[in-house]
């Protein structure tokens, strides 16, 4: 099992440019989350989805975009970048049920100019 | 609505010596608690959690964290800590039967002084 894998590891972005964060799990999971980290802000949740073809919206959900077509894939989406989208981004998955652990990647560190 | 506090964002302590990291929340119902721990670099993953039962549980690499109802609280301890033990730790909270979001304290970064 790989787990959950987010691609890429790093990415610079201009203000106002577009980009997918690739995420990924292999255990069957039907919960999948996305998360920001911000120095001192902890973990945010952006967007989530209970199952393929159901998403909502987190704490922090503008200018991002989600959809689940899969229950592997879950990508999400930059529609117009800026510098305050500046974070490492953490895709998570768990099985069902609000006690069963989550499983997170290994993050995405994004830098937008 | 649910609510995590970790009382301390950097705690210094010296190795092999104890540490307990400490974990508030707020909540008007029944809940779960979790702590997951964050090495430099890497993804978070999971120290240990509480769903019901023994108030005292145990996780990896030697910690432990017990639940105390009256006082709302998770701290979580270690008796002997390592200098591998150096990493960011996170107290989250979620609802009991409801199938959605897990709250997170904003994390407590452990160093290990030598």
């Known amino acids: 099992n790989a787990g959950v894998t987010q691609t890429p590891k790093f990415q610079v972005l201009k203000t106002g440019q577009s980009m997918t964060l690739q995420c990924a799990q292999d255990?069957?999971?039907?919960?999948m989350s996305w998360y920001r980290q911000d120095p001192g802000m902890g973990l945010r949740l952006i967007h989530y989805s209970v199952g393929a073809g159901i998403t909502d919206q987190g704490e922090v959900p503008n200018g991002y975009n989600v959809s689940r077509s899969t229950t592997e894939d879950f990508p999400l989406r930059l529609l117009s970048a800026a510098p305050s989208q500046t974070s490492v981004y953490f895709c998570a998955s768990t099985t069902s049920g609000s006690g069963d652990t989550q499983y997170f990647g290994p993050g995405t560190r994004l830098t937008v100019l | 609505a649910q609510s995590v506090t970790q009382l301390d964002s950097q705690v210094p302590v010296f190795e092999e010596a104890p540490v307990e990291l400490r974990c508030n929340y707020s909540s008007s119902v029944s809940v779960y608690l979790f702590w997951y721990v964050q090495y430099p670099n890497q993804g978070l993953q999971l120290l240990l959690k509480y769903l019901s039962g023994s108030t005292l549980v145990k996780g990896i690499n030697g910690f432990e964290a017990e639940f105390n109802k009256s006082q709302t609280s998770f701290h979580l301890r270690k008796p002997s800590v390592h200098i591998s033990d150096t990493a960011e730790y996170f107290c989250?909270?979620?609802?009991?039967?409801?199938?959605?979001?897990?709250?997170f304290g904003k994390g407590t970064r452990l160093h290990i002084l030598p």
């Open positions: 255990m069957n999971h039907e919960y």
């Open positions: 989250a909270v979620s609802v009991l039967n409801r199938d959605d979001k897990i709250i």
